[in-house]
């Protein structure tokens, strides 16, 4: 979806982003320091380690290896041992700084999400934000920690040995490192029709991925509309694309690594060239020569490591640039310094400071646009709700009935005017203060995996076994904790789908009348359920809304008509508004609705009586 | 295991190479070519060092030649080595050539391995895509999307990273493996012993650890899963978090999982820091071995300087793949275990028609003839259903949730197939099971209550059972539809992409495109199950007028709940848990005073009345 911005982001930023990373990476200065010194230290061991072996060539017939060799042998096996040592506490060290940023970073994302306001959520996906928390945290950590010592090492053992070949022979190493910037700029354009082939995969990857979802989930009218040969000259065409640039990409990379060996040998030529004539000469000794060769054929994977590292930090730029967006992000309701200074902030409240909620709600001349439109949803908008009464607001799927949900919880501030909770203005107190004393019953009832308990604690983690099953009798759920295998501590799976949808619905009733708003909202669901669940549920929508305020999405009926007022939606903008006889005099919208909701009705308490 | 078990185990995996190998078809070639390039490529490889010894021991050198016969004639034919110590460059040169030509080779192994490796996939994807295109409707709905989904795309995946990345990297370790150990024992037997002597324990060790590690690694990624299932919960969660207020609880549990993901990671990485340390140990030790005990044969003159840097170097070819070998031969199960996750779904059977399928004229009465029908496993839920629509005419059905009125929709499209024996249905006098299968649902069009868009423009969807649509007609079918006016609001119009990545349509916009997709196949036959339940009375009216108009020809089966929609059909029967209890026009209908009766003076009774 982002594919525009993410070649926008392109554009370097200084030093990569890096910048922005410094205040998470401060805490793991001295681990990182210490992290680098035993990279450095262990590719200067194995800068050392060809040593030995020209040591050994060179002293053969001289008779002077034969004489040292305990010294030899121990010297060796220390600096193995010594590499060894730091080589491994480099790499240990690296994973620990990569997994501790990476949970730093999702801590940190995390948690300001849960401080972010609904304008956010609204303007960003659910999977956009995870992918954010998830994957741009693992990239990022991963980035710090490992490149970081892939670099180092790679450009220790680079410098090393280039300083040990100029020690032995600076023309000849000279003459090799001729051969460097060539085989870098291939490296760098190699690299990036790479990046480009690669990010082109992952794009037809998601599409073919795409494919077989909607080959799979529009079976049913595949099949009725015979396209089904159709279908699969679009799936193919994107195989075969998939096809032609995996093909593609795997060119790059075997030019990457062919311009490696090649260019090896081509310095080993040189070495073989110049440095046999040397030989030859007796300028250079054989066991020179040897090691020689073993610098000239090393480092070129280095520099091919150097270059990748360059064009990883291009690519995580733009990781860095979204996470650390998002935790720049400031929310669009937040409560005043003042405010929390009395309450008290989201994850610290001061609940002794709290005063008690009754429920009187009043939109008092609000005017109000959602911050990413352009259209205004509500102008000069007036509704006093009483403590204790219920408003329905009806309309068709989308057509914007949440907007009043949204202002009353304060999700959203109204653009103009006031939303005055108890005759103040919500905003003189804590969100928190106001979220405490809300319930919350949304369509699709959304249960959190853990047990069933857990659940039911979720708004009111202090009631007691008697509240709980209180509620649960109230809205007839009883049935579920007996039939549930281990009762109340019975596992509900992820997002509660090991309990049937009708089940889910008395269960997140219960949880509200468990929490004990003052006020509540709810989302009634347009699923069908059998007659008996629909029963159920209705009795314990009027369970939950006795003696609170309520607003109610609806869609049943029943709910509608037992309204103190009903708001009907169009297009997002409230267009007939009154009581249930009122509405239907009128002859509108709401009556064209109700109609075409009772028909259906009609038919099923026929069928069913 | 008993017997039995193990003659199953065998039958699969005959099975999956068979499937394998019907997958490998076009892209043999590919392999072929690839495995000759890397033979080839590691054969200039193992060369190479022996350029070097040469160079080093017999033309910088002067030791004795111990080189193939004909090698020597043709040195000794360019002037002997003398003439090549003079002209080192000349051996640069050889270098450079060989390195030139394994070069190439080596690029060919890679790009013809992923050449077959890609064909290969695509064909196997293509094929299973085809085939799920093709399995019986009643297979849909016995399998979990998801479930599905996943073979399709993490399975496949996995057994292609195997077939491009680790079968490569294992042939060529395997040929690498196999010449440089035939190199070592051909030059020195005693070293080459030494060399080989540490094999066993880096395989053993490889082996065992992968197998330790893959443990490690499942209960990690069970951990991530957990860590990325809970942000995914609170971010869908995120209304009932902050109504409840719960901001709090749920950092702390977020931070929780987090600290015991890392805790787990940390160790798992622990464990391979620990594990190449280890493996980098014994190597590094064996190499040392190599070096001394190879510099003191030298100084005992056992063997020349030149060979003691060729077998260093054959050594560093054979010591460092092997490492990998553990983690490969992982790689091959898991790849495995996936084959077989595809070939469960490959090997369902496809639907097909009956031999001598015939496509006979469907402008015809169609008769249900004593139909009764019942999905697997379930009880019955059609019972006896007989009864017969004209051509040309309509058909109105009620009937209250399950009473098998979409089941006989199912039956007429062919989506499912009535058993021998359990009745039949015949469009013009014909047997529907006698049928082409894709003859029959080309001429019955079907509007589904919830219809489903494909992720695609507007006019594509309208258009998508016509293959040569143009905007005009497709403007046409939409204007039927009552869609043409909503289409022109959006600022894209026709070309307007829908589902997830782009406008969300409402649940009667939907219905209203499904409709004018309908409208574009122009069929005989139309069914509209419950497809106007979403519009209003009157743009409901206007749609049937305007379809009245177009396809007078057709003959339409109308399924609805509101009796305003039914009440002009020529026909309508009323199903009541699967039997038809009522049948007639409406007056007849009304005159009986049933069940059809009772909705309709409770419908026409009105809304205001009703309170």
Known sequence: ?609 | MTKEEKVIKRKNKSRRLKLVWSFMRGSKAFFIISIISALISALIDVINPQVISVTVDNVIGTEEADIPAFVTEWINAAGGFGFFKDRLYIVGGIIILLAAIAVVFQYCNRVFNTKGAETLVKTMRDSIFSHIERLPFSWHMKNQTGDIIQRCTSDVDTVKRFLSEQLTSLLRTLIMLVLSIYMMFSMNVKMALIACAFMPVVIIFSVIFNMKVEKQFTVCDENEGILSAMAQENLTGVRVVRAFGRERYEREKFNKQNEKYTGLWIRLHRMFALYWSATDLVVAIQVMFIVIIGAIMCVNGEMTAGKYIAFISYNAMLVWPIRQLGRMISEMSKAGVSLGRIDEIMSAEEEHDKPGAIKPDMNGDIRFEHVTFNYDGCPVILDDIDFEIKVGTTLGILGGTGSGKSTLMYLLNRLYDIPEGNGRITVGGVDIADMNAAWVREHVGMVLQEPFLFSRSIAENIGIAKDDATLLEIRQAARIACLDETIGSFSKGYDTFVGERGVTLSGGQKQRAAIARLVMQKTPIMVFDDSLSAVDTETDSKIRCALKETSAQSTVILISHRITTLMHAEKIIVLDHGKIAEEGTHEELIKLGGIYKKIYDIQSMGAEEAV
């Not at chain 1, 593609?248 to 030529?269: G, V």
């Not at chain 1, 009935?401 to 949204?406: A, E, I, P």
């Not at chain 1, 509540?520 to 549920?537: F, G, K, M, P, R």
């Open chain 1, 1 to 609: 979806m982002n594919d525009t911005q993410t070649k926008k982001q392109y554009t370097a930023l200084p030093f990569f982003g890096l910048g922005k990373l410094i205040k998470y990476i401060k805490k793991y200065k001295w681990t990182l320091v210490v992290m680098i010194v035993c990279g450095v230290a262990g590719s200067v061991g194995d800068t050392v380690i060809p040593l030995f072996q020209r040591y050994a060539l060179n002293h053969i017939t001289d008779g002077v290896l034969i004489n040292t060799l305990g010294g030899f042998i121990a010297l060796y096996i220390f600096t193995i041992a010594f590499k060894i040592i730091t080589d491994f506490t480099a790499s240990y060290l690296a994973g620990k700084v990569e997994l501790s940023m990476l949970r730093d970073l999702r801590t940190l994302s995390f948690n300001h999400l849960q401080t972010l306001s609904f304008s956010y959520f609204n303007q960003n996906s659910v999977g956009y934000i995870h992918a954010r928390v998830m994957s741009d945290t693992a990239h990022i950590g991963e980035l710090v920690s490992w490149s970081m010592m892939q670099g180092v090492w790679n450009l220790t053992y680079l410098v090393g040995a280039l300083v040990v070949m100029l020690r032995i022979n600076a023309k000849l190493t000279l003459l090799i490192m001729t051969i460097i910037p060539v085989i870098t700029v291939l490296f760098a354009i190699f690299q990036k029709g790479l990046i480009t082939a690669n990010r082109q995969i992952r794009e037809i990857n998601s599409r073919i991925t795409g494919n077989f979802n909607e080959g799979i989930t529009g079976a049913k009218t595949i099949k009725t509309l015979v396209v089904e040969d159709k279908m699969q000259k679009n799936f193919i065409d994107d195989t075969t694309k998939m096809r032609k640039t995996a093909v593609r990409a795997m060119r790059y990379r075997s030019l990457l690594s062919s311009t490696i060996t090649f260019s090896s040998s081509l310095a080993l030529a040189i070495v073989l060239w110049k440095g046999g004539n040397l030989t030859v000469e007796r300028a250079m000794e054989i066991g020179t020569l040897s090691v020689f060769m073993s610098y000239a054929l090393g480092i070129m994977e280095p520099i091919r490591w150097i270059v990748d590292m360059i064009s990883d930090l291009i690519r995580e730029q733009v990781n860095i640039e979204r996470l650390t967006n998002l935790l720049d992000t400031k929310s669009d309701v937040a409560d005043s310094p003042e405010v929390i200074e009395k309450y008290g902030d989201t994850f610290e409240p001061k609940k002794e400071n709290w005063e008690e909620l009754k429920g009187d709600i009043e939109f008092k001349d609000v005017t109000f646009k959602y911050p990413d439109g352009d259209e205004y949803i509500l102008e000069h908008f007036n509704l006093k709700i009483p403590q204790g009464s219920n408003v329905a607001i009806v309309g068709e799927t989308g057509a914007g009935k949440s907007t009043l949900v949204n202002l009353v919880c304060r999700f959203f501030e109204p653009t103009e005017g006031q939303v005055l909770i108890d005759g103040r203005d919500a905003r003189e107190r804590s969100q928190l203060w106001l979220h405490s004393n809300i319930g919350y019953v949304l369509q699709t009832p959304h249960l959190f995996s853990g047990t069933i308990r857990d659940n039911l604690l979720y708004g009111n983690p202090n009631a007691t076994e008697e509240q709980i099953y209180d509620a649960l009798k109230r809205v007839s759920a009883m049935d579920i904790i007996e039939k549930a295998e281990n009762g109340l501590d019975t596992d509900v799976g992820e997002g509660g789908d090991l309990l049937s949808t009708g089940e889910k619905q008395l269960i997140s009733f219960a949880r509200a009348i468990i929490a004990d708003p003052k006020i509540l909202v709810l989302d009634e669901a347009t699923a069908s359920v059998d007659t008996i669940t629909e029963q159920n549920i209705q009795r314990a929508i009027d369970k939950v809304i006795e003696g609170r305020t309520s607003l109610m999405i609806a869609h049943r009926l029943s709910t509608v008509r037992g309204a103190d007022v009903i708001l009907c939606v169009h297009d997002g903008k409230i267009v007939e508004r009154g009581t249930h006889k009122e509405l239907l005099a009128q002859k509108g919208y709401y009556y064209n609705l109700y109609t075409r909701q009772y028909e259906e009705d009609a038919m099923k308490s026929v069928f069913d009586s």
